[in-house]
């Protein structure tokens, strides 16, 4: 019995990891990722008082003046 549910536990977690592999190095993965960061890195400038909360400071601007996020 604990040989079986230790080959089951074995089989499991290199099929969770190979699937785990494959969601990272998706496209949607690496977008939500960055919206993540810009989301936290948002509020923490919120939180800590440096900044209003004013949704155009969250955006910058290039040489060009286009906004960029």
Do not use: W
């Not at 990891?17 to 496209?27: E, K, M, N, P, R």
């Not at 939500?32 to 955006?59: F, H, I, N, Q, Y």
């Amino acid at each position: 019995m604990n040989y079986r549910d230790a080959i089951f536990a074995t089989i499991a977690l290199a099929l969770t990891s190979v699937a785990l592999a494959g969601v990272v190095y998706t496209d949607a993965y690496s977008h939500t990722a960055k919206t993540e960061v810009r989301g936290v890195r948002a509020l923490t400038l919120v939180a800590s008082g440096d900044k209003p909360c004013d949704p155009a400071s969250m955006l910058s601007s290039n040489e060009l003046g286009t906004v960029q996020q």
